[in-house]
């Protein structure tokens, strides 16, 4: 799950979503705060979510899978 607080409030939860992949590991927020990608660390997934004016996610987002390996092959039994 991505989980979404406002720091501006202690840190409460105001939204909880599916990462559209397993194991999210790594955010990243565009310029304008209008999109929104998370990294899936175990399936080798990405996920471009749309943001509304509040930042809330609209409809399902983008995906995508990686498809290659890495340098070290003892580290290659992924994505799952």
Request: aromatic share 6%; with cysteine.
């Amino acid at each position: 799950d991505v989980v979404l607080v406002d720091g501006a409030a202690d840190w409460r939860e105001v939204a909880r979503f599916a990462s559209g992949g397993t194991a999210p590991c790594h955010l990243a927020l565009d310029a304008a705060g209008s999109r929104l990608a998370v990294a899936n660390y175990e399936d080798g997934t990405t996920a471009l979510f749309t943001l509304d004016d509040r930042g809330m996610p609209v409809g399902a987002p983008d995906r995508y899978r990686h498809h290659g390996h890495g340098p070290d092959a003892e580290r290659q039994a992924g994505p799952l």
